[in-house]
């Protein structure tokens, strides 16, 4: 396999998903070994920063990438396959953001409220222990909290040369903040541009469920991804077709199918993730629409990934063990699986 390594300078950051050359040309089956800056571009360092004054908020969440898939094209779908998310500092961070969260007023449910005070919480890691440290600042309480590294932003272009913020979770990906997004999770994303021009970033030390108050346990991370690429357009002998682009991101663990839909209202980003995954047992049982609807009433869970960005997120997810044995996209996670344990 081919292996590329690449480590951004601050001029080389996406702030984007369309609109930005991509930083490298590969082929399917690359190797990605990557660094990416935490979500606020390393700006926040000490208790006594506050957002308002040390934030530049045309500049967070930068990006590592964009990178172009060669072959890939409108159609197709990307196969990303996690294989390892190492924090990169020995601290990360978290605060609060006037008027950004879900608990607070905000420019889209706008309020007579003042804004909830700034603060902001320093998290040390301790790598041996594999812990961060929870330490209260207006109060007296530490826990040590157990380390869950995640991506935040994982997309590829909007169609249409839409340019998107690298703040925004929509059909393309994104910003979506779920913490389904870890090591051993292989993203299915439906190919919009040619090349794909996907990037990646927005590293979580651990998060919890909706992040409520927008932002996570911010830190840079040290990625390794398999690329690979899963051609559309095809149809089976009886005329069907098969390897259809996903309309919504799809993740696949070793245990779980998931779907994550980005809307608002939250309600309308969760419907997003069930259509999504009524069409993906469709495709993987061949169930009528019904009774995949069925199915799926009885056996889903819907964790929520975010409820604080442009667009929220939700998450509809499904354990194998309940579902017959399928091979989704031939295969592809545990081939890319297989792949990674050579690494």
């Known amino acids: 396999m081919d292996v590329v390594e690449f480590r951004p300078e ?8 369309g609109g930005v050359a991509p930083t490298h040309r590969i082929t399917p089956g690359t190797v990605l ?6 979500a606020f571009s390393g700006r926040l360092q000490r208790t006594s920063d506050k957002p308002s004054q040390v934030l530049d908020m045309t500049q967070v969440n930068p990006q590592t990438g964009p990178f172009y898939v060669e072959g890939a094209e409108p159609g197709d779908t990307l196969a990303l396959h996690i294989v390892d998310l190492t924090p990169a500092r020995d601290w990360g961070a978290s605060t609060t953001i006037p008027f950004f969260g879900a608990l607070t007023g905000t420019d889209r449910t706008a309020l007579l409220n003042e804004p909830l005070p700034e603060q902001t919480w320093i998290y040390q890691l301790d790598r041996a222990r594999g812990t961060v440290l929870f330490e209260a ?7 040590e909290l157990p380390l869950a590294p995640m991506l935040g932003t994982v997309g590829v272009a909007p169609p249409g040369r839409e340019v998107r913020s690298s703040l925004v979770p929509d059909t393309f990906g994104g910003n979506m903040d779920t913490p389904e997004m870890r090591a ?17 970033g927005d590293g979580h030390y651990r998060q919890g469920e909706g992040e409520s108050c927008g932002t996570a346990v911010e830190g840079a991370m040290n990625v390794t991804l398999i690329v690979e690429l899963i051609k559309g357009g095809q149809r089976s002998a009886g005329g069907a077709p098969i390897n259809t682009a996903p309309a919504w991101p799809r993740l696949e663990h070793d245990d779980h199918y998931a779907v994550v839909g980005s809307s608002r209202p939250l309600e309308d980003a969760w419907r997003a993730s069930q259509v999504g995954m009524v069409g993906w047992l469709g495709e993987l049982y061949g169930l009528d629409p019904l009774d995949a609807y069925q199915l799926l009433t009885q056996v889903s869970r819907s964790p929520l990934a975010n409820v604080c960005d442009t667009n929220y997120s939700a998450v509809t997810k499904i354990e194998k063990a309940l579902l017959p044995g399928a091979e989704a996209y031939g295969g592809m996670h545990r081939h890319l699986r297989d792949q990674a344990r050579g690494l």
Request: aromatic letters at 16%.
């Open 137 to 143: 600042q207006r109060s007296q309480l530490e826990i």
């Open 10 to 17: 601050p001029e080389q950051y996406a702030w984007t998903f």
């Open 33 to 38: 070994r990557l660094w990416t800056e935490d």
């Open 184 to 200: 051993g999770t292989t993203c299915f994303l439906g190919v919009n541009v040619e090349g794909a021009l996907f990037s990646v």
